[in-house]
């Protein structure tokens, strides 16, 4: 193992090209960091620490914290491949390489996180699914790790963060089923303290209100976010003696689990229960009657990430002056057939 | 910014029990650990390469390389969050982190991992998507990192790795089939340099011959491993003027395309065609007929991987006498409906 002025001896190049072909600088040509990338390969160079702790950070890895959960395992979600793909474009353009930080559901995220930032082995972090109250903000303000969510919280939210157009989604969703005649209108939320749920559970309410509905408590269904929920979901709304004639979901998935159940009990998505899905998945297209979602592109979603967090790095600030971001990620309606029944009036 | 001296000071420690603390050593208890963690993240603690280079790799994080291109992105393939989930717990056992590395499609794999192991991001490494030809297993022999590959390649592959038991799925496709009367099989393999169209290609001829049949050439299809890809595979069953009775496919998401090709043209699965799909997954239950595929625990794959692993890591190999492993990962049929036809002979 060498350092790095063995490296640059073993190369006839200087020290400070060196290091700034193994720190991803753009002032390196591509052949030179190649010739320095297979010698530290080669010859198993460490990094020492003369260089790596001239400034904080220097590891040139971003982390991307997600949390794994049955879920997650059991389910088909390709939400986080798709952003992890828009991530890592980004993020190559500054020689920056992302590292995904996968926190198993048996592990507090705050005390996971805590552990990655002692061990510094990210210079800046992403993280997703935000808590309402989230102790992994404070903890990353505290060791002055740059960062963005994936999510707001209950809180002020001043740091940057990205979250989805909950509430735009929740108000086209309502008001398509209202011109259709709905009343009786339902939602289906996380049953975890996953920010999202409280967010979309307002926004419904907010929607409802605009066109002087209220919302009856037991249409507010808890539910897990699967397909196995969205069966669950079928269970409780035929079990309901006065049903609701539509229902909203924030979790693609459960839509699935919902055609089943309600297939099962011989009802038709559509006909017997209008259903709007939220995202656009890749199972959309084998659903029948196609679901009512909403697209977006999580390849751009994951580029904004990116920009958004490099906008809080002292070293790539200046590039995205913009700044530190606030921002709702916009979703565009899908028109399918499982909304498309008309309630008489 | 603090160095390990100034934190020792800070919590009133011995520098050897903060450095074990932050390496993960057993023999701090949990108490310890937590304040010297939390200490570390409040104060802003960067590791010291004193400490650092007294032996090869202290980042205490193990690298999953995946590659994620078009398809991953759009399929909805739980493979790899299914064996995170494993690797993650099975890894905490010795306080090591799992990171994973998300290789682009974009980028080459070899350069990808020269770089990553370059900067000492991580103390070994996972590599998944293994080619006929794998370079960075060369690359990572000689870099002295510890790693083992969930993939065969072409070559001698003395080192540690798991693959999944193709052959043993290839055998028990075509005798189940051979059995039902079925004498022109196909069979459906990815159209890129991924080592397991091979195996998997050769392990089915040599499942053929067993029952002393020969393949007919046009009966190898090739196709993208997605759902789309099984469409192709429809297309190219349905313009062949000989077809073949029953198709073998070595990716469980190109069921769902081929049903849908099928379907379209009137085709039933099962009473048409008979299909063996591969692994089962969470659309499985949601194709009808239900496709006759083979189980395996994901979680299980994964806590082998970081078993496997840790016997080739110097400072665990004690711990997993049975050393490093070439081991093949058995999976169990599932008896579907999309086989079931029989064959007049």
Chains 1, 2 share one sequence.
Not at 59 to 85: K, P, Q, R, W
Request: hydrophobic share 45%; glycine share 8%.
């Amino acid at each position: 193992m060498k350092g790095i002025k063995r490296l640059a001896q073993h190369l006839d190049i200087s020290i400070g090209t060196v290091s700034r072909a193994l720190n991803g600088k753009p002032d390196v040509n591509e052949e030179t960091r190649k010739r320095v990338l297979d010698a530290a390969a080669k010859l198993g160079y460490a990094p020492n620490q003369a260089g790596r702790s001239l400034r904080r950070g220097t590891t040139n890895a971003i982390g991307f914290m997600i949390e794994t959960n049955e879920e997650t395992e059991a389910n088909s979600d390709n939400f986080f491949l798709g952003v992890i793909a828009g991530l890592t474009g980004a993020l190559l353009r500054h020689n920056l390489d992302l590292v995904v930080l996968p926190c198993s559901v048996n592990e507090d995220p705050h005390d996971y996180l805590q552990r990655i930032v002692a061990r510094r082995l990210v210079d800046a972090v992403i993280i997703s699914a935000t808590q309402r109250e989230d102790r992994r903000i404070d903890l990353l303000k505290a060791a002055h790790v740059p960062f963005i969510a994936l999510g707001r919280t209950g809180g002020p939210d001043e740091h940057a963060w990205i979250d989805l157009d909950f509430e735009g989604v929740a108000h086209e969703a309502v008001a398509r089923l209202v011109a259709r005649g709905h009343k009786q209108i339902a939602v289906a939320i996380p049953d975890t303290d996953i920010n999202l749920g409280y967010v979309f559970r307002d926004a419904f309410i907010d929607a409802l209100a605009r066109h002087g509905l209220t919302v009856d408590p037991s249409f507010i269904i808890r539910a897990r976010s699967s397909e196995h929920g969205g069966y669950t979901i079928g269970n409780a709304i035929l079990a309901m003696e006065d049903r609701p004639t539509a229902v909203v979901l924030v979790y693609e998935m459960m839509a699935i689990g919902l055609y089943r159940r309600l297939n099962e009990a011989g009802l038709t998505p559509g006909q017997d229960l209008a259903i709007v899905g939220f995202r656009e998945g890749p199972q959309s297209q084998f659903l029948s009657p196609a679901l009512t979602c909403f697209r977006m592109s999580l390849r751009d979603l994951g580029i904004g990430l990116a920009e958004g967090l490099l906008a809080t790095m002292p070293d790539y600030a200046d590039l995205y002056p913009a700044g530190p971001m606030h921002k709702l990620w916009p979703m565009e309606l899908v028109e399918g057939e499982s909304d498309g029944m008309v309630i008489d009036r």
